[in-house]
């Protein structure tokens, strides 16, 4: 079955820091690739997505390549913010109509100023 | 705000009692998901709906859960009997094609507690 597996947290940093999130995943065909953030207390904002090999998505300073070669969507960011401070989810869908996200365990990130 | 919309945004409920839980979608869509998620975990899928559908509930446990999506109003998951396992924080989330490709918005989730 499909599965996301996220790098172990929590990541802490400090401001202007470089960040990258591992995320690799398991799937057939080709399914497409999202980051979501989620504050304390809501729920999960799309922060950028990527539906095909080689689509680099990005948003707010965030980038994401989807690598087909080695099933991997890392999340970087070249300078972190105290704002930035969420967890980070990263999450699958299959192409196929009606697609449940699959989503990683999440990535608690502390930026510290 | 035209976001997809949950209610309520805490609920306590004591062991044996129902719980209900209220989506409304983005406007225009007609595309609704139902997430659970454990405290520190991630989150599991549980249902799919469209309007008077549904069209995928393996996520769904096989007791005590059911949810729907009428023609008109909100989506409701109830939870019937619940027990302490039950206590977690529950999405819905919307999208506009149910496709693959199409992001999912999320609502702030209902924090279920159970006494």
């Known amino acids: 079955g499909n599965s996301v597996t996220q790098m172990e947290g929590p990541v802490t940093l400090s401001e202007e820091a470089f960040l990258t999130i591992n995320c690799t995943y398991t799937?057939?065909?080709?399914?497409?690739l999202f980051w979501y953030v989620q504050y304390p207390g809501e729920g999960l904002q799309l922060l950028l997505k990527?539906?095909?090999?080689?689509d680099k998505g990005s948003n707010k300073g965030f980038e994401a390549t989807y690598r087909k070669e080695t099933t991997s969507f890392h999340l970087e960011k070249g300078s972190v913010q105290v704002s930035d401070s969420a967890v980070y989810f990263c999450?699958?869908?299959?192409?196929?109509?009606?697609?449940?996200?699959?989503f990683g365990e999440g990535t608690q990130l502390t930026v510290n100023p | 705000n035209a976001g997809v919309m949950q209610n309520p945004r805490h609920l306590v409920r004591r062991r044996g009692q129902e719980a209900r839980l209220r989506c409304s979608p983005m406007?225009?869509?007609?595309?609704v998901y139902w997430y659970r998620q454990l405290p520190e975990e991630g989150l599991k899928f549980m249902v799919y709906?469209?309007?008077?559908?549904?069209?995928?509930e393996s996520g769904m446990p096989k007791e005590r859960f059911s949810a729907e999506f009428p023609k008109e109003g909100p989506s409701i998951l109830r939870i019937q009997q619940v027990v302490r396992g039950d206590s977690a924080a529950y999405f819905c989330?919307?999208?506009?094609?149910?496709?693959?490709?199409?992001?999912?918005?999320f609502g702030d989730g209902t924090r279920l507690s159970i006494l």
């Open positions: 799937a057939t065909g080709y399914p497409s």
């Open positions: 999450a699958l869908s299959k192409e196929t109509s009606g697609s449940r996200l699959t």
């Open positions: 989330a919307s999208s506009l094609t149910g496709e693959g490709n199409q992001p999912q918005h």
């Open positions: 990527a539906t095909k090999a080689d």
């Open positions: 406007k225009g869509h007609s595309h």
């Open positions: 709906l469209q309007k008077e559908n549904i069209i995928d």
